[in-house]
């Protein structure tokens, strides 16, 4: 009887099949099926987000349907001034608009197309919808009051209102012949990732991701099948986060501290996604004291609450809620002020909102503590505090002597993150976005990991 296995047949070497090889030989051989059965090209343009954070766009076209995905603004800070950036421009031949998030560089530009005569429909979760419109009017004042050029007025966006279709985690929609995934980002509440399906490619948008656990979301990679195509934000792709319970605790402490000292903590933070963050922990740590709540975030918080669903606990939250008092006037403010307190404010960056108020009043007492939330750009008023020990704002320069720190309780995924998003979707390509370090990311993914990886330019054109 003679025995015939590959082995024994082997003359030479055995070969060696690396997986890099074999996925480069499935890629060829994808390539090769698609022009023999004539399907259609499928493009991504990059409206911007191109190694920088701030001003999101990407047109993806598949032959049939044009979709746009996010367009966003990019705010300047005082130190440059002038008006905010924008996306490369886009046409209003569109199928639709999907939109992640309610932050301004993400949402912060789509009503200008609504303007410029877009009668089609955005998708988003009630949540984003919600939080968009606060923010977007809240642009409008702004660019009225600092005589920017208007891109909108309220009137597009209230006639946008019926164009806005909301959707939510785990449905699938369709625009034209492509379907649309809906997962949870973990990011903020409403925040999602999507993924598109176009008949040829399927391909994965993150928007911002939060992969671990937070107060307020669940954090986690969604269980995504087959991407072909991953478009990831990467704001924190050089950086570890220190463990979140750490920076937690730090908060819960130093309230503590200044509270035993009958003094008043002012806890700067967004409106959207960290007040509630922040709420929240205040409640984890039963901190005893007369807690209030100014600004943005009283609406913002309020929104959140209307739609529990995408809350990890929104029991907590509502209990929270309930029992801090809410600011709305300078005299409520200031009697705010006249006993030992916690009051959590707008902005986050101290670039405006009721925190002036509070700072102008209260920075050279000794017995205050001013703890920064959340990344300070350059050149924002926060950071050159953080850098100086001056609140710089207009033609104030105040000499702080309150204490002041900054803790890292981002809403984005760190490093470590990341790589592992990156491996878990394990894609064909992949397209780094939405960070200053984006090209280095990309090399990383590249070079260490084997993906065909890029960090596209502001206008660039990829075929996929
Ligand atoms: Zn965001
Ligand atoms: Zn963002």
């Keep these: 009887m003679c025995l015939v296995t590959s082995s024994n047949l082997s003359i030479g070497p055995p070969v060696k099949y690396?997986?890099?090889?074999?996925?480069m030989f499935l890629k060829l051989f994808k390539q090769l099926r698609s022009i023999l059965l004539g399907e259609k090209m499928n493009t991504l343009r990059f409206l911007g987000?191109?190694?920088e954070v701030g001003r999101s766009g990407v047109l993806l076209e598949t032959g049939s349907e044009k979709i746009l995905i996010e367009y966003g603004i990019k705010l300047?800070?005082?130190?440059?001034?002038?008006?905010?950036k924008y996306p490369r421009k886009v046409g209003t031949?569109?199928?639709?608009?999907?939109l992640t998030h309610a932050h301004l560089d993400h949402s912060g530009f789509i009503p200008s197309l609504y303007h410029q005569g877009y009668k089609g429909y955005v998708y988003s979760t009630a949540t984003t919808f919600d939080l968009s419109h606060i923010l977007w009017k809240d642009t409008v004042k702004l660019a009225r009051l600092k005589n920017h050029t208007m891109h909108f007025f309220n009137s597009d966006l209230n006639r946008m209102k019926r164009f806005e279709h909301r959707v939510t985690y785990g449905q699938q929609f369709e625009i034209e012949n492509c379907t649309v995934e809906v997962h949870d980002a973990g990011h903020i509440p409403g925040s999602a990732s999507l993924l598109i399906d176009t008949?040829?490619?399927r391909v994965l948008y993150t928007g911002d991701i939060r992969t671990t656990d937070t107060q307020l979301l669940k954090g986690r990679i969604p269980n995504f099948r087959d991407v072909d195509v991953l478009i990831i934000e990467s704001t924190y792709s050089d950086r570890i986060h220190p463990p979140r319970e750490e920076q937690e605790r730090e908060l819960a402490d130093r309230v503590r501290e200044t509270l035993d000292m009958n003094g008043i903590v002012l806890l700067p933070a967004f409106a959207v996604g960290r007040s509630q963050e922040v709420l929240m922990i205040l409640d984890k740590y039963n901190i005893d004291a007369p807690i209030y709540l100014d600004g943005m975030a009283i609406e913002a918080t309020e929104i959140v609450l209307k739609y529990p669903e995408f809350l990890r606990d929104p029991k907590r939250l509502e209990r929270m809620y309930s029992r801090v008092k809410k600011l709305r006037s300078n005299k409520e403010r200031k009697k705010a002020t006249e006993h030992s307190s916690v009051i959590v404010t707008t902005s986050g960056m101290l670039e405006g909102g009721p925190i002036a108020y509070y700072i102008e009043r209260l920075y050279d007492r000794k017995d205050v503590s001013i703890i920064l939330t959340g990344y300070q750009v350059k050149g924002t008023v926060g950071e050159i505090l953080l850098r100086t020990g001056r609140y710089k704002k207009e033609n104030l320069n105040l000499k702080v002597n309150c204490f002041y720190e900054k803790l890292d309780l981002s809403a984005h995924a760190g490093r470590d993150e990341l790589f592992d998003y990156v491996k878990t979707v394990d894609p064909e390509k992949v397209y780094v976005v939405h960070g200053e370090n984006c090209e280095g990311f990309a090399a990383e993914l590249k070079d260490g990991l084997g993906y065909e990886a890029y960090a596209p330019k502001?206008?660039?054109?990829?075929?996929?």
């Design 199 to 201: 008949g040829e490619k």
């Design 76 to 84: 300047k800070t005082p130190e440059e001034g002038g008006e905010p």
């Design 458 to 464: 502001a206008g660039q054109l990829f075929e996929l």
């Design 49 to 51: 987000a191109c190694r």
């Design 18 to 23: 690396s997986w890099l090889g074999i996925k």
């Design 93 to 98: 031949d569109l199928d639709g608009i999907l």
